[in-house]
C-alpha cells in the first residue's frame, strides 16, 4: 500500500474511532473538565481508580458514586470518614479494592491539602511545565503509580498545553491494534488538539477490547 493509501487509511481509522469511541473518561464520569480545583481533583480520583485493574466501566460507576455522595474536592474527600468512602465505592461496584482505596483516597486528600492546599494546580506549578516531573509528583500521592499519572496527563493535555501530546502505554497499544502509526507525534498530527485527549482515551479502548476494532472496521 502507497503512503498515500496508508494515510487515507488511518484518517478513516481515526474518524470512525472518534464516532464510536471518541469520549474521555473524565466525560464519563461527569467532570466537566476545565483548569480549576474540582474538576482537576476529580479527574486525580477518577485516575486513580482506573488505574487498579479493574473494569473501567466500574471505576467511573465508583467515581460517580463517590462524587454524587459529595467527595468532589479534596477537603470533602478528607473530611468523609473511612465507612462513608467505602460505601461509595461499594455503591458503584468497585468491592474489591474498596477498603484499600478508600484508605488511599483520604491519605491523598490529607496529602494534597497539606502541599498544595488542595489545588492539583500547584502541583503543576511546581513541576515548571516538565511534564515528567509533574508525573513524579503526582506519583507521590498514596494509590497514584505509574498508571494513574499516566492517565491523569493523558485526560488532562486539553487543558494543560505542555502535556500534549501525550499518548503512551495503553494508547500506543490501541493503535498499534488498529493498524495506525506507533509512533505519539504521527498519531497526534491525524487529530485537531482539541480532540487529543478523546482520541488517546479511545485508543486505551481500542487496547482493552479487541471488539473496538471490529467495529471501527479494521
Known sequence: MSAARDAEQHRRTVAALLRTHGRTY?????????????PLYQL????????????ASVAVAAARCLFAAGMKDARKMAAADWQQRVDALGEGGYRRYDERTATQLGDGAELLLDRYGGDVRRMRERAEGDAGRLSALLRELPGIGPAGADIFLREVQGVWPEVFPRIDGKALQGAERLGLPGDPAALAKL???????AFAAA?????????VAEEVGV
Do not use: F, M, W, Y
Not at 473524565?26 to 474540582?38: C, K, S, V, Y
Open 26 to 38: 473524565a466525560e464519563e464520569a461527569g467532570i466537566r473538565l476545565r483548569d480549576t480545583p474540582q
Open 44 to 55: 486525580l480520583v477518577l485516575s486513580h481508580l482506573l488505574s487498579a485493574r479493574i473494569r
Open 203 to 211: 485508543l486505551v479502548r481500542a487496547a482493552l477490547d479487541k471488539e
Open 191 to 197: 487529530v485537531k488538539r482539541e480532540q487529543a485527549a
